[in-house]
């Protein structure tokens, strides 16, 4: 299985200038996939709060990439109530699960009301857990996954009040790292780039892969490219020696 994670460089209120951005990205790794990988989108790409206009985007462009699409997440009322909320779709364009975020972050709190849909779900046999953005901060939220996870994957749209990206970069690449040690997890995160434009605070491009498995410091987290999409090779036979051995020094939690 491979992940397809993106950072494409996308502004506020620009829906379908964002939408042919984010189409053109993945048609970039079209040709070397397969219906066994998946493909991650980061947080609220769209500002249409349209849900069926939203799944038939990402219904859309799974049939197009021809594997699964994890939808990153829009804005939409459910009950009455405005919430960020995303879906994943296979490659025949059927809707596999929905997840939404539980903890909005800081001002987001203003205009958005907690979700309840938890987003763990099954894809191409392997237990994936979807956290968007600020609810991957929340230990205890991994914690309430019916199965463990063998990748956690986070739509995120990175913001920082500092003048430049570094700061959020560290921080995002470090709890990467630590969470997929303590949990034996890949960690995919798909973001906004750090030439996108929000009216106020700066996107920080945190996306990348952090990979438990590897041997290497240097590329325990793997940074999206400058393109804005890369391609990770997952070795689950990997992660499983890898969580044996864990478990076998008594680091492992389950």
């Known amino acids: ?22 189409e053109a990205l993945v048609s970039k790794a079209v040709g070397q996939v397969t219906t066994e990988d998946v493909v991650l989108l980061p947080e609220r790409f769209t500002f249409d709060d349209d849900a069926v206009a939203y799944e038939t985007y990402i219904r859309k462009l799974a049939t197009m990439a021809g594997c699964t699409v994890v939808g990153g997440s829009h ?29 909005p972050y800081f001002n ?18 392997r237990n994936f857990l979807v956290l968007i953005c600020a609810d991957f901060w929340y230990s205890d939220i991994i914690l309430k996954a019916t199965k463990l996870p063998d990748v956690i994957l986070v739509p995120s749209l990175s913001v920082s009040r500092k003048p430049k990206p570094e700061y959020s970069r ?5 709890l990467a790292i630590t ?31 952090a990979d438990p498995t590897a041997l290497n410091p240097n590329i325990f987290f793997q940074p999206i490219s400058e393109e804005g999409v890369s391609i990770y090779s997952l070795n689950f036979e990997a992660l499983e020696a890898f969580r044996q051995d864990r478990r076998q020094r008594g680091f492992f939690w389950r």
């Open 1 to 22: 299985m491979k992940l397809i994670l993106l950072q494409p460089t996308l502004g506020a209120r620009e829906t379908l200038t964002n939408l042919d951005t984010i």
């Open 75 to 103: 804005h939409r009322r459910v009950n009455g109530k405005l919430v960020n909320i995303g879906c994943a779709a296979d490659a025949q364009g059927n809707v596999l699960g929905t997840y939404a975020k539980l903890r």
């Open 108 to 125: 987001e709190q203003n205009h958005v009301s907690p979700g309840d849909r938890f987003g763990d779900f099954q894809i191409n046999g």
């Open 170 to 174: 560290s921080l995002w690449r470090h």
């Open 179 to 209: 969470r997929a040690y303590e949990f034996g997890v890949f960690i995919g995160i798909s973001d906004w780039s750090e030439d996108s434009h929000l009216p106020k605070n700066r996107t920080c491009g945190v996306g990348g892969l």
